[in-house]
């Protein structure tokens, strides 16, 4: 699948969108953009943060603005269910142009200005506007745009506001290189869970070794081996919140090897898999 066009519509009787994702197969889109503002609200969870040139991991959940025709994956992939999001998206001209000159509103338009390069939010902000946002939900149409000026302005106040530097020179027109990424993103998360080698995905690029390697850094910001690591220890949380032993976590998730298994988990996410699995048990019974 190539780099995709959005194409967004306003809800009926609103002039903005606003979603509510419960289910990590209701998200159709992968590497795509649109060009609507994004306000992207996840209460829980961690995984990928690709937006641009930006490329990360988000955890304990994500609230990120992005602007207009920034291209970005979609933020379920990678996830499996239990999945929750939340997504407002809004046009630069849906109340107008001049309104948003509006003196009262000019720390707004500083907010949309930044929002080209994306900017994401700590957790203060992200309890904050996702409790408005949940409301919103459920809010007649008045209320809901007068809720959509109070997110805005929480926003642009944000004190824990943090530019993600995702936008840059030559970005939009390098849709070849998007459409590589894309199918590569794709490619890996159906074969994970098998040896992966690297002139495999060179081939699948039509790339050469080296070649495949220099443009994969310059898009993600890693190796193809770290991604690789990344993913597979992703899915490996996913799995250790069932009944399956560590071995078998280790071979479903793609290590053909329990002891770098281990050595990678820690290293990733600070713990070994058994004390992430019972770290999680509790929460669970909590």
Same mark, same amino acid.
């Given at each position: 699948?190539?780099l995709?066009?959005?194409?967004?519509?306003?809800?009926?009787g609103?002039?903005?969108?606003? #979603?509510h994702?419960?289910?990590?197969?209701?998200v159709h889109m992968?590497?795509?953009y649109?060009?609507?503002?994004? !306000?992207?609200y996840?209460?829980?969870g961690?995984?990928?943060?690709?937006?641009?040139?930006?490329?990360?991991?988000?955890?304990?959940?994500?609230?990120v603005?992005?602007?207009?025709?920034?291209?970005?994956?979609?933020?379920?992939?990678?996830?499996?269910?239990?999945?929750?999001q939340?997504? !407002?998206?809004?046009?630069?001209?849906?109340?107008?142009?001049?309104?948003w000159?509006?003196?009262e509103?000019?720390a707004?338009?500083?907010l949309?200005?930044?929002?080209?390069?994306?900017?994401?939010?700590?957790?203060?902000?992200?309890?904050?506007?996702?409790?408005?946002?949940?409301?919103?939900l459920?809010?007649?149409? &008045?209320?809901?745009?007068?809720?959509?000026?109070?997110? #805005?302005?929480? #926003?642009?106040?944000?004190?824990?506001a943090q530019?993600?530097?995702?936008g840059?020179?030559?970005?939009?027109?390098?849709?070849?290189?998007?459409?590589?990424?894309n199918?590569?993103?794709?490619?890996?998360?159906?074969? &994970?869970?098998?040896?992966?080698?690297?002139?495999?995905?060179?081939?699948?690029?039509?790339?050469s070794?080296?070649?495949f390697?220099?443009?994969?850094?310059?898009?993600?910001?890693?190796?193809?081996?770290?991604?690789?690591?990344?993913?597979?220890?992703?899915?490996?949380?996913?799995?250790?919140?069932?009944?399956?032993?560590?071995?078998?976590?280790?071979?479903?998730?793609?290590?053909?090897?329990?002891?770098?298994?281990?050595?990678?988990?820690?290293? !990733?996410?600070?713990?070994?898999p058994?004390?992430?699995?019972?770290?999680?048990?509790?929460?669970?019974v909590?």
């Amino acid at each position: 699948m190539k780099l995709q066009f959005e194409p967004i519509q306003p809800l009926a009787g609103s002039s903005f969108t606003l #979603l509510h994702s419960t289910d990590v197969e209701s998200v159709h889109m992968l590497w795509h953009y649109h060009p609507e503002y994004e !306000l992207v609200y996840i209460p829980d969870g961690g995984g990928r943060r690709h937006i641009g040139r930006h490329n990360a991991r988000y955890e304990e959940g994500e609230l990120v603005f992005i602007g207009p025709n920034l291209p970005h994956l979609s933020f379920s992939y990678g996830r499996q269910n239990p999945y929750e999001q939340i997504v !407002l998206q809004l046009r630069a001209d849906f109340m107008g142009e001049a309104f948003w000159q509006l003196p009262e509103l000019a720390a707004v338009q500083q907010l949309f200005a930044r929002s080209h390069q994306g900017v994401s939010f700590g957790p203060h902000t992200r309890a904050a506007v996702g409790a408005t946002l949940r409301e919103m939900l459920t809010q007649p149409a &008045f209320p809901r745009l007068l809720s959509l000026l109070s997110v #805005l302005q929480q #926003l642009a106040q944000a004190p824990d506001a943090q530019s993600l530097h995702a936008g840059g020179a030559g970005l939009g027109v390098q849709g070849r290189e998007k459409d590589r990424l894309n199918t590569i993103y794709q490619f890996v998360q159906r074969n &994970f869970s098998r040896p992966i080698d690297i002139a495999e995905l060179a081939e699948l690029a039509n790339l050469s070794v080296p070649a495949f390697c220099r443009y994969f850094k310059k898009m993600s910001g890693q190796t193809m081996t770290e991604f690789l690591q990344e993913y597979r220890v992703s899915q490996a949380c996913l799995l250790l919140l069932g009944d399956a032993s560590i071995t078998d976590v280790s071979f479903a998730s793609g290590f053909n090897n329990l002891s770098h298994f281990n050595k990678t988990f820690r290293k !990733l996410i600070g713990q070994s898999p058994s004390e992430y699995r019972r770290q999680k048990s509790s929460e669970l019974v909590v």
